[in-house]
């Protein structure tokens, strides 16, 4: 075991230490103590996120994948200020871009999806935690750093597409289990119909995550996956799209998925309300961008490489 | 071309730190400040801020447009909140009703009403100097960290050389793609492209941000060829990399770290013992007849 790695798994040890520590003394000071009302859950979770990501790291790091270069070091710092623009335009006030039955858009989301996917898995994760970040920052929505890693995640699992020589075979079992993680929700969905859209202000009757959840936000992770397949049917001679859109989708299931879940321990929600109001709706929506947006930039990327031949 | 931010050397409370000392103040201020929601307790973090700000030796005239947004930005979402209790509901069960008002008309069967509650009323204001105080030390952070000085701090934070030097290039980006988000808008406006009238479903809404999107992230990736040229000529990543200013902490620097962990320090024994959580006064209470 190398030095650099030796200090990396300390580091997560002694954070996740210290955590368990804050908890075991806060029950004896306190026994009524409920972890989830003193915010301190946000950072476990960030420290869980952060052992996913480097357990995949340990799991792949023969890999060149994780090569950081100056290349990757420009391509991070571009990805995730784009991601902060992005998101400080279109999340905040600037443009208020209209939601349709209960679905509001988050285009910014192609950014992470895009940047994993055409430089790698470290580009990825670092645009998609950092600018998320940065783009909370921006827009004055405070710190929810689990949310920031689970837009990592999204970065980064879209990137893990490099890992594979044939694209085509990869395709096919990440698809799959997109697929399941889509059929589980909606089978949520359907078994909780009556679960309130955590992400949607009502308008007419002046609530915020009251209104029960719509039948198009609820299947929207089976209509991302619908237009998915659509995509790699259009694009059946171009891999590159094909590869872009499945990994992203998988990304998008997976990242904003451990950030929805983390909130089952952080806000106190029940796994349905954290799965029908919280994942179905942020993670359906994002799988259009995935669908039309990156289609589109990794269409333009490819013509900017063969000018430049790089 | 690089935009930046508008630092200027100043002097003031926030420039007189090591920029290493302030980060670590406020990243101990803000995890602080997510720990309550007791409005007493806000109060101190709110005059901390204020108190940042006022000695920051920034005009007004600089931070003018940041301010007026993001202040817009929160006053918006604190009277949302105040309007419909969202994200209230995991801080409190029950409701004392202030007031109830109805409006006298309909609109399509739909009579706008508004509940006011003690609890609602709280939360909103409670929301509004927890988001104000965090808004206001972030927002001071461009304007008053020199920007020679982005990577070296990160570097001083601990980060590797690469990810101090990606954190530093995020950083001085952010205000470029953010003007070439505007330069791009006008010339797509120009052609006849009318973001205010994005309407259709929403595929078709989606494709339309296609103009706008698309050609900043490819002009930000065809552009970057010249950063990583000039990086590679100077044989960036080769070996471990030196900074040409070098930070020296000094006493008062110091005094700043453990003041800033002694506060992260009890924000979180007093949150273990269950103080700082969302409080409503009694007199707001009794007014509702609780």
């Known amino acids: ?310 | 071309m690089l935009v930046t931010w508008r630092y200027r050397p100043r002097k003031s409370i926030i420039q007189s730190f090591d920029p290493r000392a302030w980060i670590i103040f406020f990243g101990c201020y803000l995890a602080s400040t997510l720990l309550f929601w007791d409005l007493r307790y806000l109060s101190f973090f709110l005059l901390l801020a204020l108190i940042v700000l006022f000695t920051s030796g920034i005009r007004w005239k600089e931070i003018r447009k940041a301010m007026l947004f993001i202040g817009g930005f929160i006053l918006f979402f604190s009277f949302l909140t105040f309007l419909t209790g969202r994200g209230g509901m995991e801080l409190y069960a029950e409701e004392h009703v202030l007031r109830e008002l109805k409006a006298s008309f309909h609109i399509l069967g739909w009579q706008p009403s508004l509940l006011i509650s003690a609890e609602k009323t709280m939360f909103s204001i409670s929301m509004l100097a927890r988001v104000f105080s965090i808004a206001v030390m972030t927002i001071l952070i461009p304007y008053s960290l020199n920007p020679a000085l982005y990577g070296v701090t990160f570097r001083g934070l601990g980060l590797p050389d690469k990810i101090a030097y990606a954190m530093d290039l995020t950083m001085r980006f952010i205000p470029t793609f953010g003007r070439d988000f505007s330069l791009t808008m006008d010339a797509q406006r120009a052609r006849g492209y009318e973001l205010e009238k994005i309407s259709g479903g929403l595929a078709a809404q989606v494709r339309k941000l296609a103009p706008l999107v698309v050609p900043v992230t490819i002009h930000a990736i065809a552009g970057s060829e010249d950063i990583i040229d000039a990086m590679d000529l100077r044989a960036f990543g080769i070996g471990p990399r030196t900074w040409l200013i070098k930070l020296t902490y000094k006493p008062r620097d110091y005094f700043l770290i453990g003041f800033g962990i002694l506060l992260l320090v009890i924000s979180i024994a007093f949150s273990l013992w269950g103080w700082g959580k969302f409080w409503v006064p009694a007199g707001l209470l009794a007014l509702a007849g609780a």
């Open chain 1, 1 to 310: 075991m190398t030095k650099k790695l030796l200090s990396v798994i300390l580091t997560l040890v002694a954070v996740l230490a210290f955590f368990l520590g804050i908890w075991l003394i806060g029950r004896l000071i306190n026994p009524s103590l409920n972890l989830d009302q003193t915010a301190l859950l946000r950072f476990v979770f960030v420290g869980i996120g952060l052992l996913i990501v480097f357990i995949v790291y340990l799991a792949t790091r023969e890999s060149k994948i994780w090569d950081v270069g100056t290349r990757e070091v420009v391509y991070m710092a571009i990805g995730a200020a784009l991601y902060a623009v992005f998101s400080y335009l279109f999340n905040g006030t600037v443009f208020v871009v209209p939601s349709v039955s209960q679905v509001s858009l988050r285009p910014a989301i192609a950014i992470p999806m895009f940047f994993g996917y055409a430089f790698g898995p470290a580009v990825g994760f670092f645009t998609g935690a950092v600018g998320n970040m940065f783009g909370d920052a921006l827009t004055g929505f405070g710190l929810s750093p689990q949310w920031s890693v689970g837009n990592g995640l999204v970065g980064m699992i879209a990137g893990m597409a490099i890992l594979f020589k044939d694209k085509k075979r990869s395709l096919n079992t990440v698809f799959i289990i997109s697929a399941l993680v889509a059929a589980i929700g909606t089978v949520i969905f359907l078994l909780n119909k009556t679960i309130p859209n955590m992400l949607f202000y009502d308008v007419d009757n002046n609530i915020f995550g009251d209104q029960q959840i719509s039948w198009f936000a609820g299947l929207s992770a089976i209509i991302g996956l619908v237009l998915v397949v659509l995509v790699r049917f259009l694009f059946r001679d171009n891999i590159h799209v094909a590869a872009a859109v499945t990994w992203s989708m998988l990304g998008n299931f997976l990242g904003i998925g451990f950030a929805a879940i983390s909130d089952i321990w952080i806000n106190g929600f029940s796994p349905a309300v954290a799965i029908v109001g919280e994942f179905l709706p942020s993670a359906g929506p994002n799988m259009i961008f995935a669908a039309i947006l990156v289609p589109i930039l990794v269409a333009a990327y490819a013509a900017v490489q063969r000018q430049t031949g790089r």
